[in-house]
């Protein structure tokens, strides 16, 4: 069995999101291609602090509320979550 490295973890993860990032990057241009979204293709400040806010603010909430619905209890988004 092959030993863990750190440095092969690292250089896999670099590896990986570098193609990810590629692959993003692609699909970014292909929808603003086909959909003609200007937002998507050179988006302006305020649009990148809008998308920055909400994956921020609302991206963790969405999992909190959907422990709720899980959960069924609706008192949990108001106290906190026991």
């Not at 670099?14 to 050179?42: C, G, H, T, W």
């Not at 602090?49 to 963790?60: A, H, I, K």
């Amino acid at each position: 069995m092959e030993k863990f490295s750190v440095a092969k973890c690292v250089i896999s993860v670099s590896i990986n999101s570098a193609l990810l990032s590629l692959q993003l990057r692609e699909l970014i241009v292909s929808y603003s291609q086909l959909f003609k979204d200007p937002f998507m293709f050179d988006p302006p400040a305020w649009f990148q602090s809008f998308v920055y806010c909400e994956l921020l603010l609302q991206l963790p909430f969405f999992f909190v509320a959907s422990y709720a619905f899980w959960q069924g209890c609706i008192q949990c988004l108001h106290h906190g979550i026991s």
